[in-house]
């Protein structure tokens, strides 16, 4: 008696990028009449000057739905032929269903037999790129063949608006991304991890709920130890680092992009920084700032991108993908 497995696929390649985000924008301006703060301290220390911000009834699925959507158009792939969603989010608003339940319910995925798979995950800031490395597992084993993967937050439903450390960073949306097979590998091996000692650095916990974080911690870690798991990355797939294009990294702080890009040699190649306008939505933030920018024509196509994400947890992940085929 031996069991069997399906046939794998050599590989997996992007075929549709989405996102969405919150019709209000909160500026600088705004947050000095909450605290004590001003326009000119929260550019020079993190580089946003306005965020989304989700209104009141507004939850993690009204953003990830419209955000699949358009990443399930800009593909062409049909819905009946998603057999997997992944949504990566630390704030979603219902225990059950999950939110890649409530996207595949919304957007009519899989067929009348069988609905796909439905996995929400919580690696806070890395967890797209988890979503991503599961998802391409799935299908390089032959599980599945076509995913839907998210990262969505809204991350102003655990902000401490008192707090000027925190709330000038956080804020919300939605990116997305479908992926399928391939007979060449075009998303490489994800390399992830964890730091149990910094733990609690980062938090939504108890007593309060609301996001805290030890930034100085946070910040040491993303300048001393985020380069060797990035690099550690494009070995993986198999390229040098002069072959990246693109750097869509956690979009945390500018502070913290801007070096990463110079230590990795970086800094001559696209760079996104989606913080600016955006704001850190968390797992939301690399795939959010990857599809913006793809759709405005700022990413070129075919390219190696160097994908990264890191915080809560905490956690680490990255894997090196090309950019869509054509515009």
């Not at 605290?35 to 989304?52: A, F, K, L, P, Y």
């Not at 009519?108 to 490395?133: H, K, M, Q, V």
């Not at 799935?138 to 709330?167: C, F, M, N, P, Y």
Request: charged letters at 20%; a negative charge.
């Amino acid at each position: 008696m031996k069991l069997s497995f399906p046939a794998p696929n050599a590989g997996t390649e992007i075929l549709g990028l989405g996102h969405a985000q919150p019709e209000r924008v909160m500026d600088n301006h705004e947050l000095e009449g909450m605290m004590e703060t001003s326009d000119e301290w929260i550019r020079q220390r993190t580089g946003i000057v306005t965020r989304h911000i989700a209104g009141e009834e507004e939850t993690v699925k009204d953003l990830a739905i419209p955000a699949a959507r358009m990443a399930l158009e800009d593909s062409g792939i049909a819905p009946e032929q998603i057999d997997l969603v992944i949504v990566a989010t630390t704030t979603a608003a219902e225990r059950s269903p999950n939110t890649a339940g409530r996207v595949a319910q919304a957007l009519g995925l899989g067929n009348a037999e069988r609905g796909p798979g439905i996995i929400d995950i919580n690696t806070a800031c890395s967890g797209f790129e988890y979503a991503l490395g599961l998802a391409d597992q799935s299908i390089r084993s032959g599980t599945a063949s076509h995913a839907l993967v998210l990262g969505a937050e809204t991350l102003s439903k655990v902000t401490d608006w008192t707090d000027r450390s925190t709330a000038v960073l956080t804020a919300d949306g939605a990116g997305a991304m479908v992926i399928g097979a391939t007979d060449e590998p075009r998303i490489g091996p994800v390399v992830w991890g964890s730091k149990g000692d910094l733990a609690d650095a980062v938090l939504i916990a108890p007593p309060t709920n609301k996001f805290w974080q030890n930034g100085r911690e946070v910040l040491r870690w993303a300048l001393k130890d985020a380069e060797k798991h990035a690099r550690a990355a494009v070995e993986r797939s198999g390229l040098q680092m002069e072959d990246i294009e693109v750097l869509v990294t956690h979009q945390a702080n500018l502070r913290i992009i801007e070096p990463m890009a110079q230590v990795l040699g970086l800094t001559d190649k696209v760079v996104v920084t989606d913080v600016t306008e955006s704001g850190n939505t968390s797992a939301a933030s690399v795939p959010l700032g990857y599809s913006k920018w793809w759709h405005a024509g700022k990413i070129p196509a075919d390219v190696p991108a160097l994908l990264f994400g890191f915080g809560g947890g905490f956690t680490f992940a990255g894997m090196v993908a090309m950019t869509p085929r054509t515009k």
